[in-house]
C-alpha cells in the first residue's frame, strides 16, 4: 500500500450562524486506504465531508484532493469521486437504470447501458432495473447508491453512513460490497460512520473527531495496540480481589461490578501477571474477558472528551 | 455538459405526473370555453358589441375560430403562470426536498450549468405549453368554428382585422405570451434556488404576481413611477399585436422589460445557487 | 309639438302655393322606390368611427319588398342600424304628417326640406328630416331620429340608377355618444390612465359605394334565410 495522499484536510471549520459546526477538522487519506470517518451524531462528520465533495463552502482551512483544490478544479476533482451523503436519494418516479443514465451522463464519463446493467449485476439488483425506485426498500436503494458511485469508474468513493438504517442483513450486504470495492476495484474509501464496529471491521486508517476537532488520527491497528485493555474478572469475592489488585497495582482504577466481579484497565501484558497474583492470594478466577474492541476506545476518547 | 443535464432535465419533467397536470388542466380549460362558445357564444359577442348595436348592425361570421382563439388566451393567460410555476418551482426546490440536489451538486458539472440547464428545460416546458395553448385555441377553435375577421375590444374601442391579416398576430402574440411566461418561469426558478420544498416558491411566485398585478392596476399616481418596470405590466402585451396599428414601440419596450427580467432572475438564481450549502 | 305642426304647416303653404305639396313630392319618391321589387348590389363599405377600426370591405347587398334585406360579406361589415329600408317602410305606411320647411341646394342641387312626422307614438321613429330632388323624385339627404338609437344623417349620391331611386354612394353620420366599453373587457395594462381619457370624437361615418346593380332580377326568398 502506498502512502500518496488522496484527500488532504487542514484546520477545517465551519459555522452556520452561530453555531460551529466544524471548528478544526484535519487528516490525511492515502491511496488505497479504507479510511473511517468516527464520530458521535453531531461530531461534524456530515459537514466535513460534504466540504469533502463541494457541497458546503468552508469558511476556513484546506481541502485538497488528488492535490488539487475546488477553487480551480472542481470538475476535475468530482470525476474522480463517487459519494453516497447520508442516504441515497434517487429521482423515485424514475427506474433504477434510468436514475443511473441520469447520473452517469454527468459524471464525465462515458457510461452505457451495458455497463449500467453490469453495475446492477454487482450491486445485486440485475433484475429490478425497469423497477421505479419509489417501491424500493432502503436496502435497495444503498445498493443503487453504491452502484451510482462507481458508474464512473472513481478513484475515491466516499460513503456517509451507508449503513444508517438497514437492517442486520442489509448492514453485512453493504460491509461486503465495501469490502470487494477494496479488493476487487483497489478504490480509496472513505467511510464515515458512528458506529466504530463498523469500522474496525473495514478501515485501515481513521479519524475521531467529535465537537467539531480531530480527537485523534492513525492506522486503526495501531491505536487498539496503543492502549490498555478493558478487563471484566469474576470471582468468588470481588472486594477481597479488589483490594489486592490495588494493593500491588495502586494507581489503577478498579470498578467492583457486583460482588464477583471486577473491570479495570490494563496493559495486554500484564492480563497474566493479575491473574497469577489472584491465584497466589487464594482468590480463584473463574473468568478473564479482555475487551479490545474499538467500540471502548472510542466511548474512552468521547467520554474523556465530555469531561474535559 | 450543459445540453447533457438539460437533456437529464427534459427527462425528468417528462416522467413527472405534475408535468401533465398543466397540460390536462389546459386542455379541460380550453374544451370548456369551445363548449361555452358553441352553446352560447353568440351572446358572449353581443356583451362586446352590445352598445354598438344600438347604431350600428355587425354583419358578417364574426363567431369564428380565430376569435374564440384571442378570447381563449385572453382568458387563460392570467391562469398560465400557475401551470408553468408549478412545473418551473419545483426544478432546484423539488430536488432540495427530494435529496437528490446531493447527487447532482457532486457530479462534475458546475453549478452555473445546473441552474442553466434548469433554466433550458423550464423554458421548453413553458414554450411547449404555450404551443399546446395555441394549437388548442387555434386549431381546435378554427376546425370547429371556421375562419374570419377578429373583433378586439381593446381601451379605445373595436378593432376589427382583417382574417389575412390575423395569423402573423397571434404569431407574434405567442412568441411575447411566451416571454412573458418564461419570466414567471425565471422568477419560479430564482424563487426555488432559495427553498428546500417546492410548495414555497410556487406559492411565493403566485403571490408575486398576485401583488404586481394588484399594484399594476390600482389607478394611484404613487404606483405610476413602478408600473412600466413590473413584469406583470408587460403580460398582456401580446394584446397589443391585436391593436391597430401595432404600438411596435410599447411592444419594444416590453420584450426589454422581459428580457432584463429573465437575465437579472437567472442571474440571481446562478448567484444564489453558487453560493448555497447544500445541507438539504 | 304635434300641436304646433299644423300651425306651421299652414305658415308653409303660402310659399309653395304653387308647388306640389310635401305628400305629393313623397308619394313620387315612394313610388320610384316601390318600382324596386328587387336588387343585388356589390358595395364597398367604408367606416370612420370613433372607437371602431376597420378596414374598407366588400359585400354583396340583396333587397327584396318589402322589406327583405341581406349583407352577405367575407369579412365582418359595419352598418348603420338605420338608413336602408327604414325610410322605405315608414313612407310606405303613409302613417305621418310631412312638412315643407324650406328649399334647400345641396351638393349642387335644389331640395326640399322637409319634416315627417309620425302620426302614432308607438313607433320607433320620432322625427325625419329629408331634403328631396323634386327633379328626380330622391331623397339628397335625410336625418332620422329614433327613440333609442339617436339621429343618424345620410347623404345620397346617384349614378345610373337615379331612375329607381337607388344611390351609387351613401354616406352615413351616426351619433356614437352612447358608445361605451364594456370595463372588465377592456382590460389594457400599457395604456395609462391619462390615454385612456383621451376625448374622442362623438360623430363617425360609413360611407357605402354601390355598384353593379341588378335590379329587378327575381331574387328568390332562400338568399334571406
Redesign the interface.
Known sequence: MTTEPIIRVEHLAKR?GTFEAVKDVSFTVNRGDVFGFLGPNGAGKSTTI?CL?????PDAGKVELFGKSYANE??????N?G?I??????????SAE?NLE??A????ANVGKKEIAEMLDFVGLGDRGKHKVKGFSHGMKQRLGIA?TLLHQPELIILDEPTTGLDPQGIVEIRNLILRLRTEQNKTVVLSSHQLSEIELIANRMVIINKGKTIVEGAVQDLLDANDLQVRIETDDAGAAKSVIVAAYPTTDVTQLNARELEFPVHKDQVHLINQLLVNAGIPVHAIEPKRKLEDYFMNIISSEHVA | MLLKNTWNEFIKILSKPRSYLGVGALTLLIGIIIFAMKADGKSIISFVTASFEQTLTFNGHILNGYLIAFIILQMLIVHVPLLVALVTGDLIAGEAAMGTIRMLATKPISRTNIVLSKFIAGAAYTLFIIIWMGFLALFVSTALFGTGDVIVLNSDGLVILPEADVLWRFGAGFCVAFLSLLTVSSLSICLSAFAENSIGPIVATMSVIILFTIIGSLDVTVFDSIKPYLFTTHMVSWRSFFEDPVPWSTIRQSVIILVAHNVVLVAIAIVRFNKKDITS | MKKILPFLFLFALPLFSNAETADDILTKVLTKLNSVKDYKVSATIKANIPMIKILPNEATIYFKQKDKFKVESKGITILPKQGFTDINNFLAKKNYIAVINDTITTGGVKTYLMSVIPNSAGGEMILAKLWIDPERSVIMKSQITTKSNGTVTTSYTYGDQVKYGLPSKMVFEIDIKKFKLPKSVASDINKSSAEKKKKIGNKGTITITLTDYQVNKGLNDSIFK
Do not use: T, V, W
Open positions: 452556520f460534504r465533495l463541494s457541497l458546503i463552502r472542481r470538475s476535475a476533482i468530482l470525476a469521486i459519494s451523503i447520508e442516504k441515497p436519494d434517487f429521482y423515485r418516479y424514475l434510468r441520469i447520473f451522463r454527468i459524471s464525465g451510482q
